[in-house]
């Protein structure tokens, strides 16, 4: 019931959603602790929703690659560099100072926005 509510919700308030395409099995075996818990978070199940959704409202639903190095980008200067997943902030040398995951959010749509120029053209 929560995937079908948050999933109509976004559908319906938004033109365009990008994500990042998980492997969420890959994920659940790298050692957290937290293999099951991983595997039913229902992630799968919530982007199908979301793209049905969005696909009957006649909106988009942009996937960006998994190999896409959305955490190692600067959202600000579009460098590139290695950062550990203990490293919860991404500093670059341009100056900008920003949450890892943030950084990361803002990358994978700056993609997605790319990507569907792409489609467009």
């Known amino acids: ?9 976004i559908a319906n308030r938004y033109d365009m959603v990008c994500i990042e395409d998980l492997n969420m099995r890959s994920m659940s075996n790298q050692g957290f602790r937290n293999g099951k818990a991983t595997l039913d978070n229902g992630y ?6 979301l793209a049905y959704k969005l696909a009957d409202r006649g909106k988009q639903l942009m996937v960006v690659d998994k ?11 579009g460098s590139v560099k290695e950062i550990s997943l203990e490293q919860r902030r991404y500093i ?5 100072n ?3 995951d943030l950084n990361a959010a803002i990358n994978i749509r700056m993609k997605g926005y790319e990507m569907y120029c792409q489609m467009a053209a």
């Open 98 to 100: 920003l949450d890892r």
């Open 44 to 49: 799968g199940m919530f982007t199908s929703m």
């Open 1 to 9: 019931d929560f995937l079908h509510k948050q999933s109509t919700e």
């Open 92 to 96: 670059c040398k341009c100056g900008m």
């Open 67 to 77: 190999w896409y190095p959305s955490s190692k980008t600067c959202s600000r200067c």
